[in-house]
Structure formats: structure tokens, C-alpha cells
């Protein structure tokens, strides 16, 4: 059915295109002649978006309506397969968009993403409520069985009919209409979520006009604000913001408590001053509307919904995963604090050790019991070895090589290109690295695509995948210099990234798609091997001599391994369990007041004082803005995966075993969206995972 609305606004916006005809075509709309096809991004203006999407959902509603309105009885060909390939068009160039909303984002489009939510909602429940079109969906599902399909066609249907009742095809007018309100709520609210934290985090400087504000910095964390200050137009300052490579150090070194408070407090306040960025209200309207929506499917609540469709199946087993984890990890917390505690006293200190200074006496203590100094190692850890370390841990395991390209279109200065080549020297994808932090770019760091594997005329089409960072700059002194939390970044994005080049599959909808507490097993199990001795070798070098680290270091990291790993999994888990009492809401019981709901959460499971949730409701992007709702839990649980995996490398005495890799290529990255997860895993296993490898990593047994 066409939405008169989304009709109209075609219409004026065609007039206005043939207006302009002459003087210039759209280029999202064209033919990409580009090496690989690859976005033309310094042909794209802001102001070609939004026409764009509004002529490719006018184009995919042609294809939707030959679908739904075919005369001939329902087959696979022409209905699922015809769906499955359908919308190419607009998926080119939404990837475009909302790639660049999040990585390059500026004023215009955040107008524009404003504009274009609330229709690409109504456009997409109009495809997924459209009545015609799912009895032909249905129709092919109930005969499944008898009509031949191989395993793969009767998988891709079941998805496909499972997509269209969780959408709610088999509600009834009312209350379709009704969810197609609640989607396009749930679509603007997470928006401007999203632009509200990348608001506040912006708007944050510390700025320092005196020497004695620096004590205690190391000299390239001193250049560095130095640098930020010189960007900022501030001569003989130096400028702290909330980016993690510029607050984390401070943290950390800085002997002033009273700024170390400031700028703590400042990031833990995000979203929650009362202002025009404040979030607090964002978040109750969303965790009723989740809880409505939920109910008018058929679940109980939100987490029920989301969950069902994962590994864990059931709110009940991550929850008894979670306080598991919860219960091992809250006592190594409280003695991490008590040694602090004691350091306070012994210096001298009158006062309770607070959140803020967690960062600066973790690293007393790390170079008192384990005499390493990050400082110390950061010289072997330049952004450069660790990107080919990473390079070459992916070519040891799979035989793929990475050359760098500078004749692709890049959509900022700072990115770069690789071409991507399998063993045999075949093309396999592009990648894109983007590192450092801007103020266009929201925090973090995340893997996506521009354009995702598949198959079209019998030929593999190529993915486009991008990985965005925010790791420290180099200075007018040092190239970038990452500390072991940022390389382990890298590695981690990297893991996602072959995920996405080594997807294989005929149908968009299997192809490398697999459960949320699975897909974090390809970034995870690659950080095992930034930290093996082994590829330390082959990767850490000092940026200036070139020696390898010494085997004093590697010693050094290997022991302090399980430090503070009390807080990092007491700091994690809280958010995670913080994120499911929001989702485990009924919708009865969804009228909340967010810091009243997440104080009384943390204090139910007896989070202490000195620790906060790693994130607090109003900056926690992953979900209410990142798709993770309801499943910031899945990181620790595909943890217990990837522990597990690692561990058979280990075993078999080489982790570089190219069979295992073969088999763990094959099964959960390739091939993975052909079966259940757990299924995928166990053939490459052999087993299924143990909880063993996780406790011991993190010192928890």
C-alpha cells in the first residue's frame, strides 16, 4: 500500500529536481563509477540526501507492489527471494547516510536524519504490515515442507515470515496503527538521544591556564592538550575534553583531584543538567513506549522480545548469567577499593576514595605490584605497528593481505583505504580506518558497512566495510601512540571487520547475520591475540628505534593482566544489569523517573560508592541510541565464546592453527548465518563453550 504522504513529498521533490536537472545529477542516484564501486564521497552533497531516499523508497514500493500484487501462486522465487533482493537502492544509500550521521555528522544532517526518521518508519512498517504481501510471505512458509526448498530457502523463509509477525503483521488495524506510532516515537527519540550526547560531550572543556594544572601529566599527554588548545584558538593553555584519549590520562596522572572531579563529573553528567541536552525524559517516554510495543507482540515485556530472537532465548537466563558473573566479581571490586583506600590513608589523604579517583590510584598500584608504567610501554604500541600487527595476526590465520589505497574517495582527510585480498589473491572487500576523535564524530568505536557481502547474478558482491575509532592523535612530537585499552580497540573493531568480509551466503537476510549475544564472538576472540607473547614480537616496536619489546615488558603485561579486573566487570555488569531492569519493565509498571530507577537498581544488587555504571542512563548510547537494548550483555556473554575458542588454539600448541582458523572462518564467520549460533559454534568447537576460560582470564576463580 503507498502512503500518501511519502507520495506527495516524491512529487514536489521530482519538480524540484527537474528544475535542477540540467545542472546537475544526484550522485547517490547514479551509477557509482568508483574503484569498487565505493561510495563517490567527494561527489555527494548534504543537500542530495534526503531526495535521494525519497526517489529510492519510490522505487522499492514499485518493487514491493509487483510483489504483493502478483497474480501467480506464491513460490520462493517470486515472493521471498524477490523480497530479499528488493530496496537496493535505498540500502546503498541509507548506509551512506547513517554511516556519515554518526562519523561525519554536521547540522544539516542531523535536520536532515530528523526529517527522514519518522518517514523511513512509516515506509518500513507499511512494507511489513502490508497485508497482501505477507499471505504471500505466509503462504510460502506453510508450504515450506512441500515445496523442495533446500535448507537454506527454508531458512531465509522462516526468517523472513518470524521479521514480519515480530513487526506485527498479524495484528489487527488498531493496533497496527497504533505500533506504527509508537515506531515512529522510538525513531525520533533515539535520534535526538544520540545528538544530545554528542552535544554534551562537545560542549565540555577543561581548560588549564597554569603549570601547576599539569602536574603529574606525562609530556605527550601535556602535548597533547597543548594540541587541543592550538585547535581551539587558546595560546599557552591546554584544553582537556571528554574524548577517553584525552579524559582517560588525565584521570589517571593528574595530581589535581579537584580537576580530576571536574572533568569525571562532567562525563558522568552528560544528559543529566537540566538543559536543553538533558535526556532524562528521552529515556522514561522510551522505556514505555518498548514496553507498549512489546505487549501489543504478545511478550511481556521488552527484554522478553529482544531476547527471544538471541542465544540466551530468555530475560531469565541472562539474568542468572549476569548475577553469576555479579556475585564473583563485586568482592575483587571492594578489595581493589580497600587497597586505595589504604594508599589514601597511608599518604596522608582525609578523604573517601571517589569515582574520580579510581583511574589515579589503579595506576599507583599497577606500578607499585607489577612496576609497569603505561608510559612505559606506549612507545612500542604506535598506530602503525599495531595497525600491520593486526594485519598480520589475520594473515598468519587466514592467508588475507591489506594494501593500502589512496585512489578511493575518502569522506574525511584522516581516513584511509585498504583493499582487502584472500589467499588465492582474489579481491575479498575494502576496508575503511577511521581513527581519531573530531567533533563530527560521536564516541566510541564501531564497525559498519557501506555495503554488505552478498551474491547478485551468480557473482559475489564485494562488502565495503568501515571501522570507526576515537584513539589518541599523535602531537607535534610523536606519531599516534595508543595505550593497551586503545590496542586491544583495534584488534577488537578488526575482528568485526573480517566478520563482514568474510560473509558468505546467496540471501541478505542469512548472509553473516547472526544472534546479538553471538556477533560479538568475531571482535572478541582477536584481542586473545593482540596480548599472545608471541605476536607482541611480531607488532609492539618502538616507534623510534625499532626494537622489539623486551621480554621484561611482555612479562610486565602478562602478569597485570587481571589487574582491576574487578572494577572493569563490576563496572560493565552494572550497566548491562542497569539495561535489563529498564527492558524487564511490564508496561503497567514503565512510568519511571530515570536516576530515581537507576539509583534503586544499582543499590537492589549492592553496587558500591566508589564505582558507577560504565554507563549512566543518560549517555548510555548502546541503548537507547545503538540498537544494544536489552543486550549490552552480550559482550560478556560472547566473552565465555570467545575464552572458550581461544583456548582450543592454545591447546592445540599454535595460535596461528590454520585449521582451526579454517573452521572458525567457516563456521562463525562465513557460513554462520546458516544455522542456529550455538549450532555454527559447536561444529567448529566441537563442544559446546565452557565458563572455565572466562573466570580464569579475568581472575574471577
Same mark, same amino acid.
Given at each position: 500500500?503507498?502512503?500518501?504522504?511519502?507520495?506527495?513529498?516524491?512529487?514536489?521533490?521530482?519538480?524540484?529536481?527537474?528544475?535542477?536537472?540540467?545542472?546537475?545529477?544526484?550522485?547517490?542516484?547514479?551509477?557509482?563509477?568508483?574503484?569498487?564501486?565505493?561510495?563517490?564521497?567527494?561527489?555527494?552533497?548534504?543537500?542530495?540526501?534526503?531526495?535521494?531516499?525519497?526517489?529510492?523508497?519510490?522505487?522499492?514500493?514499485?518493487?514491493?507492489?509487483?510483489?504483493?500484487?502478483?497474480?501467480?501462486?506464491?513460490?520462493?522465487?517470486?515472493?521471498?527471494?524477490?523480497?530479499?533482493?528488493?530496496?537496493?537502492?535505498?540500502?546503498?544509500?541509507?548506509?551512506?547516510?547513517?554511516?556519515?550521521?554518526?562519523?561525519?555528522?554536521?547540522?544539516?544532517?542531523?535536520?536532515?536524519?530528523?526529517?527522514?526518521?519518522?518517514?523511513?518508519?512509516?515506509?518500513?512498517?507499511?512494507?511489513?504490515?502490508?497485508?497482501?504481501?505477507?499471505?504471500?510471505?505466509?503462504?510460502?512458509?506453510?508450504?515450506?515442507?512441500?515445496?523442495?526448498?533446500?535448507?537454506?530457502?527454508?531458512?531465509?523463509?522462516?526468517?523472513?515470515?518470524?521479521?514480519?509477525?515480530?513487526?506485527?503483521?498479524?495484528?489487527?488495524?488498531?493496533?497496527?496503527?497504533?505500533?506504527?506510532?509508537?515506531?515512529?516515537?522510538?525513531?525520533?527519540?533515539?535520534?535526538?538521544?544520540?545528538?544530545?550526547?554528542?552535544?554534551?560531550?562537545?560542549?565540555?572543556?577543561?581548560?588549564?591556564?597554569?603549570?601547576?594544572?599539569?602536574?603529574?601529566?606525562?609530556?605527550?599527554?601535556?602535548?597533547?592538550?597543548?594540541?587541543?588548545?592550538?585547535?581551539?584558538?587558546?595560546?599557552?593553555?591546554?584544553?582537556?575534553?571528554?574524548?577517553?584519549?584525552?579524559?582517560?590520562?588525565?584521570?589517571?596522572?593528574?595530581?589535581?583531584?579537584?580537576?580530576?572531579?571536574?572533568?569525571?563529573?562532567?562525563?558522568?553528567?552528560?544528559?543529566?543538567?537540566?538543559?536543553?541536552?538533558?535526556?532524562?525524559? $528521552?529515556?522514561? /517516554?522510551?522505556?514505555?513506549?518498548?514496553?507498549?510495543? +512489546?505487549? #501489543?507482540?504478545?511478550?511481556? %515485556?521488552? !527484554? &522478553?522480545?529482544?531476547?527471544?530472537?538471541?542465544?540466551?532465548?530468555?530475560? $531469565?537466563?541472562? /539474568?542468572?548469567?549476569?548475577?553469576?558473573?555479579?556475585? +564473583?566479581? #563485586?568482592?575483587?571490586?571492594? %578489595?581493589? !577499593? &580497600?587497597?586505595?583506600?589504604?594508599?589514601?590513608?597511608?599518604?596522608?589523604?582525609?578523604?573517601?576514595?571517589?569515582?574520580?579517583?579510581?583511574?589515579?590510584? +589503579?595506576?599507583?598500584?599497577?606500578?607499585?605490584?607489577?612496576?609497569?608504567?603505561?608510559?612505559?610501554?606506549?612507545?612500542?604500541?604506535?598506530?602503525?605497528?599495531?595497525?600491520?600487527?593486526?594485519?598480520?595476526?589475520?594473515?598468519?590465520?587466514?592467508?588475507?593481505?591489506?594494501?593500502?589505497?589512496?585512489?578511493?574517495?575518502?569522506?574525511?582527510?584522516?581516513?584511509?583505504?585498504?583493499?582487502?585480498?584472500?589467499?588465492?589473491?582474489?579481491?575479498?572487500?575494502?576496508?575503511?580506518?577511521?581513527?581519531?576523535?573530531?567533533?563530527?564524530?560521536?564516541?566510541?568505536?564501531?564497525?559498519?558497512?557501506?555495503?554488505?557481502?552478498?551474491?547478485?547474478?551468480?557473482?559475489?558482491?564485494?562488502?565495503?566495510?568501515?571501522?570507526?575509532?576515537?584513539?589518541?592523535?599523535?602531537?607535534?612530537?610523536?606519531?599516534?601512540?595508543?595505550?593497551?585499552?586503545?590496542?586491544?580497540?583495534?584488534?577488537?573493531?578488526?575482528?568485526?571487520?573480517?566478520?563482514?568480509?568474510?560473509?558468505?551466503?546467496?540471501?541478505?537476510?542469512?548472509?553473516?547475520?547472526?544472534?546479538?549475544?553471538?556477533?560479538?564472538?568475531?571482535?572478541?576472540?582477536?584481542?586473545?591475540?593482540?596480548?599472545?607473547?608471541?605476536?607482541?614480537?611480531?607488532?609492539?616496536?618502538?616507534?623510534?628505534?625499532?626494537?622489539?619489546?623486551?621480554?621484561?615488558?611482555?612479562?610486565?603485561?602478562?602478569?597485570?593482566?587481571?589487574?582491576?579486573?574487578?572494577?572493569?566487570?563490576?563496572?560493565?555488569?552494572?550497566?548491562?544489569?542497569?539495561?535489563?531492569?529498564?527492558?524487564?519493565?511490564?508496561?503497567?509498571?514503565?512510568?519511571?523517573?530515570?536516576?530515581?530507577?537507576?539509583?534503586?537498581?544499582?543499590?537492589?544488587?549492592?553496587?558500591?560508592?566508589?564505582?558507577?555504571?560504565?554507563?549512566?542512563?543518560?549517555?548510555?548510547?548502546?541503548?537507547?541510541?545503538?540498537?544494544?537494548?536489552?543486550?549490552?550483555?552480550?559482550?560478556?556473554?560472547?566473552?565465555?565464546?570467545?575464552?572458550?575458542?581461544?583456548?582450543?588454539?592454545?591447546?592445540?600448541?599454535?595460535?596461528?592453527?590454520?585449521?582451526?582458523?579454517?573452521?572458525?572462518?567457516?563456521?562463525?564467520?562465513?557460513?554462520?548465518?546458516?544455522?542456529?549460533?550455538?549450532?555454527?559454534?559447536?561444529?567448529?568447537?566441537?563442544?559446546?563453550?565452557?565458563?572455565?576460560?572466562?573466570?580464569?582470564?579475568?581472575?574471577?576463580?
Amino acid at each position: 500500500m503507498k502512503n500518501n504522504f511519502i507520495m506527495i513529498c516524491v512529487m514536489l521533490l521530482t519538480i524540484v529536481a527537474c528544475k535542477n536537472e540540467k545542472q546537475r545529477t544526484n550522485p547517490l542516484l547514479a551509477k557509482w563509477d568508483t574503484p569498487f564501486e565505493v561510495p563517490p564521497f567527494d561527489r555527494i552533497d548534504t543537500s542530495d540526501y534526503f531526495p535521494a531516499m525519497m526517489e529510492s523508497i519510490r522505487q522499492h514500493e514499485v518493487e514491493i507492489e509487483a510483489i504483493a500484487e502478483n497474480n501467480s501462486a506464491p513460490t520462493f522465487e517470486n515472493t521471498i527471494l524477490a523480497f530479499d533482493t528488493s530496496g537496493k537502492l535505498l540500502t546503498r544509500i541509507t548506509n551512506v547516510f547513517f554511516n556519515l550521521l554518526e562519523a561525519n555528522t554536521n547540522d544539516q544532517m542531523q535536520k536532515i536524519a530528523e526529517k527522514i526518521s519518522p518517514i523511513l518508519s512509516e515506509y518500513q512498517d507499511n512494507i511489513y504490515m502490508n497485508p497482501k504481501l505477507f499471505d504471500r510471505i505466509k503462504a510460502v512458509y506453510d508450504e515450506r515442507q512441500q515445496m523442495g526448498l533446500d535448507d537454506q530457502q527454508k531458512r531465509v523463509t522462516e526468517k523472513y515470515y518470524n521479521d514480519f509477525v515480530r513487526s506485527g503483521a498479524s495484528l489487527d488495524s488498531t493496533h497496527q496503527t497504533r505500533l506504527k506510532e509508537i515506531n515512529q516515537e522510538l525513531s525520533l527519540l533515539s535520534l535526538k538521544y544520540g545528538n544530545n550526547v554528542l552535544a554534551e560531550t562537545n560542549n565540555f572543556k577543561l581548560i588549564i591556564d597554569n603549570k601547576e594544572g599539569i602536574e603529574g601529566l606525562p609530556q605527550e599527554v601535556i602535548d597533547a592538550a597543548a594540541e587541543a588548545a592550538k585547535v581551539a584558538g587558546l595560546k599557552d593553555k591546554w584544553v582537556f575534553t571528554l574524548a577517553k584519549p584525552s579524559m582517560i590520562p588525565f584521570l589517571q596522572y593528574s595530581e589535581r583531584r579537584d580537576l580530576r572531579e571536574k572533568i569525571y563529573r562532567a562525563y558522568f553528567m552528560r544528559g543529566d543538567n537540566n538543559n536543553e541536552y538533558d535526556n532524562k525524559k $528521552i529515556i522514561a /517516554d522510551m522505556v514505555k513506549l518498548r514496553a507498549e510495543k +512489546a505487549e #501489543l507482540l504478545g511478550y511481556d %515485556n521488552w !527484554a &522478553s522480545y529482544v531476547i527471544a530472537e538471541n542465544m540466551a532465548k530468555t530475560p $531469565i537466563a541472562v /539474568d542468572e548469567f549476569l548475577m553469576n558473573l555479579w556475585n +564473583a566479581a #563485586l568482592p575483587v571490586a571492594k %578489595n581493589e !577499593a &580497600s587497597q586505595m583506600q589504604a594508599i589514601i590513608h597511608k599518604e596522608g589523604g582525609n578523604f573517601e576514595l571517589e569515582p574520580w579517583d579510581w583511574w589515579y590510584y +589503579a595506576e599507583k598500584i599497577c606500578r607499585e605490584k607489577y612496576n609497569i608504567d603505561e608510559n612505559e610501554i606506549k612507545p612500542y604500541f604506535s598506530l602503525q605497528n599495531v595497525r600491520q600487527g593486526m594485519f598480520d595476526v589475520a594473515n598468519k590465520l587466514y592467508g588475507i593481505t591489506l594494501s593500502r589505497r589512496t585512489d578511493l574517495p575518502m569522506y574525511h582527510k584522516d581516513v584511509e583505504a585498504y583493499e582487502v585480498k584472500d589467499a588465492d589473491g582474489s579481491h575479498l572487500g575494502i576496508l575503511y580506518l577511521d581513527y581519531y576523535p573530531r567533533a563530527e564524530k560521536r564516541v566510541g568505536a564501531w564497525c559498519t558497512e557501506f555495503r554488505s557481502a552478498g551474491w547478485e547474478n551468480g557473482q559475489r558482491v564485494s562488502p565495503v566495510v568501515s571501522i570507526v575509532y576515537n584513539i589518541t592523535p599523535s602531537t607535534a612530537s610523536t606519531p599516534s601512540l595508543l595505550n593497551w585499552d586503545e590496542t586491544t580497540t583495534l584488534f577488537h573493531e578488526f575482528g568485526h571487520a573480517l566478520h563482514a568480509l568474510f560473509a558468505e551466503g546467496k540471501y541478505r537476510r542469512t548472509a553473516g547475520i547472526v544472534p546479538r549475544d553471538f556477533v560479538e564472538l568475531p571482535s572478541q576472540i582477536m584481542e586473545n591475540w593482540a596480548q599472545e607473547p608471541e605476536v607482541l614480537k611480531i607488532y609492539a616496536k618502538h616507534y623510534q628505534t625499532g626494537e622489539i619489546i623486551p621480554n621484561t615488558l611482555v612479562q610486565k603485561i602478562e602478569k597485570s593482566g587481571q589487574f582491576n579486573q574487578g572494577f572493569e566487570t563490576v563496572e560493565y555488569l552494572a550497566a548491562a544489569i542497569l539495561d535489563m531492569k529498564y527492558h524487564e519493565l511490564a508496561s503497567q509498571n514503565a512510568n519511571i523517573e530515570p536516576n530515581t530507577f537507576e539509583k534503586k537498581s544499582m543499590d537492589e544488587i549492592g553496587l558500591i560508592k566508589e564505582i558507577i555504571p560504565r554507563y549512566r542512563s543518560t549517555y548510555f548510547q548502546h541503548i537507547f541510541s545503538g540498537g544494544y537494548s536489552a543486550g549490552y550483555y552480550v559482550y560478556i556473554w560472547a566473552e565465555v565464546l570467545d575464552a572458550d575458542a581461544f583456548d582450543a588454539f592454545v591447546k592445540s600448541g599454535d595460535v596461528f592453527n590454520k585449521e582451526l582458523a579454517s573452521k572458525f572462518r567457516n563456521y562463525c564467520l562465513a557460513h554462520v548465518g546458516e544455522d542456529d549460533a550455538m549450532t555454527q559454534y559447536v561444529k567448529f568447537r566441537g563442544q559446546q563453550p565452557s565458563i572455565g576460560p572466562l573466570l580464569k582470564r579475568r581472575g574471577l576463580k
